[in-house]
């Protein structure tokens, strides 16, 4: 694990061709050992991929709203001293961490809708399930919520709509809740629930990218299935193993999507 880390910190100088020769050796001997490293190798290739086929295009300037509320929050930040501790760095890590899957999902999503990018279920399995075991963490018990109500609000607050699964006793699956996923500006839609006690996260975007046929993919312990219909695309992710329940708990949401 410790071997793991220090590789993972390496990844991103060595796709840009910027570590010593030793840490190259390094990075290619455990990434030809290790499936999750050599998951995020690719995973890191394909995002620089997409940015440098897209470089003129996300030279853009930043609008002057955007500049507006950069100068204000600048004067904010000399008018008013902080107070707060020097982080150390082991903090400033964990901060970053959750920006850094954020900012790679947006990109990925950008990559599936905008750039073309092959290997589209890799990348929507990829990204998709580091959102998951981020956001699930957080996600409490209480009583299961209301799938009609929730569709109601997301289309009242984003402007397009959803078709919620409802929980099921005999599925032994249950609706927590409805949230935008990470910082993609409302075009994904990100429904949690509970299944079998494990959390399991089922993701709608707004525009079917793929066929009709379901996917199957395995990253990082977790299986992702996805498919569109409907001029959406459904992404569910889960830890649990592909086996006859999983299959039958995925006919229980295409049914229930229409």
């Known amino acids: 694990m410790n071997e793991c880390r220090e590789v993972e910190a390496l990844l991103g100088a060595y796709v840009d061709g910027e570590t010593a020769s030793c840490d190259c050796d390094r990075v290619r001997r455990h990434a030809e050992s290790c499936a999750c490293c050599r998951d995020l190798l690719g995973a890191q290739r394909a995002v620089r991929e997409a940015v440098r086929a897209r470089a003129t295009g996300l030279r853009a300037c930043a609008s002057p709203r955007l500049k507006a509320r950069c100068a204000s929050y600048a004067i904010r930040r000399r008018s008013t001293p902080s107070r707060l501790p020097r982080a150390s760095p082991g903090a400033f890590v964990r ?15 950008t990559a599936v809708f905008g750039f073309g990018l092959n290997h589209k279920v890799q990348a929507l399995a990829f990204q998709s399930t580091l959102d998951h075991v ?7 018990g209480g009583p299961p919520a209301d799938p009609l109500e929730a569709a109601r609000q997301w289309q009242a607050k984003f402007g397009w709509p959803i078709t919620v699964p409802a929980s099921s006793g005999a599925s032994n699956l249950q609706l927590r809740a409805v949230r935008r ?11 949690i ?8 996260s089922v993701y709608v975007l707004p525009k079917g990218t793929l066929g009709d046929a379901t996917e199957f993919v395995h990253r990082f312990r977790h299986n992702s299935v996805m498919w569109s219909q409907n001029d959406r695309t459904y992404i569910m992710v889960t830890p649990h193993g592909r086996d006859p329940e999983l299959d039958r708990l995925v006919s229980h949401i295409r049914a229930s999507a229409f």
């Open 134 to 140: 981020k956001c699930t963490r957080f996600t409490g």
């Open 181 to 191: 996923c990470a910082v993609t500006d409302g075009r994904v839609a990100h429904l």
């Open 95 to 109: 901060r970053w961490v959750p920006l850094s899957v954020a900012a790679t999902l947006v990109l990925a999503v």
């Open 193 to 200: 629930y509970t299944w079998m006690g494990e959390p399991l």
